[in-house]
């Protein structure tokens, strides 16, 4: 293998649009968005809803809405993947690159066992038997810690709480051994403390297989703890990207101060908290300038004059923002 071919990032995105076709024209959602995920890390991508995480993720697994259109680049193992046909997509899809969806009470099939349905994408993808892909879905449920997994394997969906449900997620993600696992807000609605078991389990799983995952949150708690790399999106665009300890030492945009401003951190008791004011606008109705300008307490009238680039602040460490030399915040 050529010294390129190891050093070549696992997944490579560049210049990504998104666009839905509407009868008064196309409505971009998505707006010439790069970043990569190099093998065996995580890449924490974050914003809040509206910002066009899961729109990313859903080009990259090649499911996108039928009226939506990608444009740019997503190359996956030095291969060029957007826009590849449904069959050779299929091929790709739940083998090398899989997802665990938000809520798996509506991703899993309620009148399927969870055993069938652990198995499916083994039966799919991989020359295995029925008995074997059997007994590696038993060893798949028993490796995400679910207990007596013989038993559960029987189990419809509503038999299992949250949090099992989400385990037998991340045991069909992994079914085919991927390289690849986009983890789409994979715990949302469950509590905090299961929250933590899945978050540890996916980092467990990425150590012990060499994976890589590109977990998309809102919870930037759940960035600073696990993943290496961070984008923050707003507004269909990468605002800042950088490496996590950078992000929470030193941000270089607003946005990601406000962000950082509206949790809660241990260090910071009796401190009250700074939400942003107002809401992610509709891609129809975005600001002149720059798209956060609006809800910005840095916001001057050269803001507003031309959207700024993705510039490069320090080594590795990038900004859409005019006066990100001037950022300065401290946990």
Known sequence: MSKEAISAPLLDIKDLNISFQQAKGDIRV?????????????FGLAGESGSGKSLTALSIMGILPGSAKARGSIRFKGNEILNLSDGKMRSIRGKEI??????????????????????????????VSKKEAQNRAIELL???MIPSPEARMNDYPHQLS???????MIAMAIACNPSLIIADEPTTALDVTIEAQILDLID?????????????????GAIARHAHTV???????????????EIFSGPKHPYTIGLLESIPFKNKKGVPLKPIPGSVP??????????FSDRCGFMIPACQQAEPELEEITSGHFSRCIRAQEMKWTL
């Open 231 to 245: 984008a923050v999106m707003y507004a269909g665009r990468i605002v800042e990207l950088a490496p996590v300890s």
């Open 98 to 127: 899989s997802m665990i969806f938000q809520e798996p009470m509506t991703s899993l099939n309620p009148v399927l066992k969870i055993g069938y349905q652990v198995k499916e994408a083994m039966l799919a993808h991989l020359p």
């Open 30 to 42: 998505v707006n010439s968005v790069s970043f990569s995920i190099p093998q065996g890390t995580i």
């Open 162 to 168: 949250g949090g099992m449900r989400q385990r037998v």
């Open 282 to 291: 509709p891609p129809w109705a975005l600001p002149p300038g720059c798209k």
């Open 142 to 144: 028993r490796s995400v």
């Open 204 to 220: 467990k799983l990425r150590e012990e297989r060499n994976l890589s995952v590109l977990l998309i949150t809102h919870d930037l």
